[in-house]
């Protein structure tokens, strides 16, 4: 393989090196475990990479905690994630997603950013975050900043809502209300136990009152669709339900929504049939 690569250190020089490549076709590059395999596939002399490793911006590589929510530099990689231990309290979701995803190899080098940006349907962490209804931070080569709910983020497989002079800066998620208690969680299906692509998987993050009745529910599903998809029919159906008398029956009535969200393909890995019916299943399985 044979590319440019520009190490940008500050974020002025990055900005400034996206500026000047609009005329070029260049891409950047985080922990590149996705980035290396697309360029190995089809190779392109042209390509110069805007390799993010040596940023030294604590907008992008750290996790900062606000008054109303956390912020998630792009650049953390999934074992900063694991590693931090307010989130793992907060958003078990999140933990499980980015414990769950590759192998420690690969979780060392894999950043949110490039989980995000590849916008693949089965991408772990990304699933996750949109259970929780994150907010995507992004950032233009002239300086400003926007902000938008992480369900415009995905467009398509593989197409974000990133012009080519924008660069996703950080993810931001809004704190659990005090005193709830938090059903959360993330379940993966693969066809083999490690470093597996889902073949389904489900992202849930609910809050109940002390009396244990819903007040919040975050459900997103992955690699049932082109994009990974938040369950809003679902997620309205739990409300004011009271999360442990929740029966077989209404654990069938919210399955049966979830699967409303499901348009699956069958490919190489599972049929259409096989991926809705895991999905059901486990869908219910969340409330056994
Ligand atoms: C062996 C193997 C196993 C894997 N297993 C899993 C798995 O179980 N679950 C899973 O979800 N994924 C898995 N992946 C895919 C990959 O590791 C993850 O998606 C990872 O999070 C990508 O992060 P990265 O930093 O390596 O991205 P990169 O490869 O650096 O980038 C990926 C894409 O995002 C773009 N990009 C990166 N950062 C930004 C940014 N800040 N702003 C704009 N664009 C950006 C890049 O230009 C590129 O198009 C696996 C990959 C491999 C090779």
Not at 46 to 51: A, E, K, L, S
Not at 182 to 198: L, N, V
């Amino acid at each position: 393989m044979n590319f440019n690569v520009i190490s940008p250190e500050t974020t002025d020089e990055l900005l400034e090196v996206i500026s000047e490549n609009q005329g070029n076709k260049f891409r950047f590059g985080a922990g590149c475990s996705d980035l290396l395999l697309e360029l190995k596939k089809q190779p392109d002399e042209d390509m110069t990479v805007v390799n993010l490793a040596r940023l030294n911006d604590d907008r992008f590589t750290s996790i900062e905690k606000t008054d109303d929510g956390i912020r998630i530099g792009a650049l953390v990689t999934a074992n900063g994630i694991t590693f931090d231990k307010e989130l793992q309290r907060q958003f078990p979701v999140l933990y499980e997603s980015a414990n769950k995803l590759g192998s420690r190899q690969i979780r060392q080098v894999a950043t949110i950013g490039g989980n995000l940006c590849t916008a693949s349907p089965a991408a772990d962490i990304a699933c996750a975050l949109v259970a929780l209804e994150a907010r995507c931070e992004i950032l233009s080569a002239g300086g400003t900043a926007r902000v938008i709910p992480i369900n415009d983020f995905f467009i398509d497989v593989r197409k974000t809502d990133l012009r080519k002079d924008e660069i996703l800066r950080s993810v931001f998620i809004a704190l659990n209300s005090e005193n709830e208690k938090i059903y959360s969680g993330f379940i993966k299906i693969g066809t083999r136990r490690s470093m597996e692509i889902a073949v389904v998987s489900l992202a849930f993050h609910i809050q109940a009152d002390e009396d244990d009745k819903i007040t919040h529910a975050g459900i997103a599903v992955g690699s049932v669709a082109p994009t990974i998809k938040f369950a809003n029919s679902a997620c309205e159906y739990l409300i004011g339900k009271n999360y442990s008398a929740i029966g077989s029956s209404a654990s069938e009535e919210f399955a049966a929504k979830v699967l409303e969200y499901a348009s699956p393909i069958s490919d190489i890995r599972a049929s259409a049939w096989y991926r809705e019916e895991v999905l059901y299943n486990i869908s219910k399985s969340i409330f056994e």
